[in-house]
């Protein structure tokens, strides 16, 4: 695909940085830092040994951690409404 002054793949490869970069950028936010903790920090059960092994940096339970995720509920970006302007945003 030619693009102006732009050498054949230069697209393709911008496209492909930039997914890296967003893909290393989430992985780092998911990504626990720092000392675990022996005790869950909002339930204050202890942590097993081999999931402080697995996951350094972990500061919950399992337990915690799956109430989290499963309470996150993740909005759609679909106008119910149906009004023009908010449909031309």
Same mark, same amino acid.
């Given at each position: ?8 793949? $230069? *697209?393709? @490869?911008?496209? @492909? ?6 893909? $290393? #950028? ?13 005790? &869950? $920090?909002? &339930?204050? @059960?202890?942590?097993? @040994?081999?999931? %402080? ?7 919950? &339970?399992?337990?915690? *951690?799956?109430? %989290?995720?499963?309470?996150? +509920?993740? %909005?759609?970006?679909?106008? #119910? %409404?149906?009004? +023009?302007?908010?449909?031309? +945003?």
């Amino acid at each position: 695909m030619a693009g102006g002054w732009a050498r054949d793949g $230069a *697209v393709s @490869e911008q496209i @492909e940085a930039s997914i890296s970069d967003e893909l $290393a #950028r989430m992985k780092a936010q998911r990504t626990p830092v720092g000392e675990s903790l022996t005790h &869950c $920090a909002e &339930c204050e @059960e202890e942590i097993p @040994e081999a999931r %402080r092994q697995a996951l350094p940096g972990v500061k919950l &339970c399992i337990d915690c *951690v799956q109430e %989290r995720d499963a309470a996150f +509920k993740a %909005r759609g970006g679909i106008n #119910r %409404r149906g009004s +023009k302007d908010s449909q031309l +945003k």
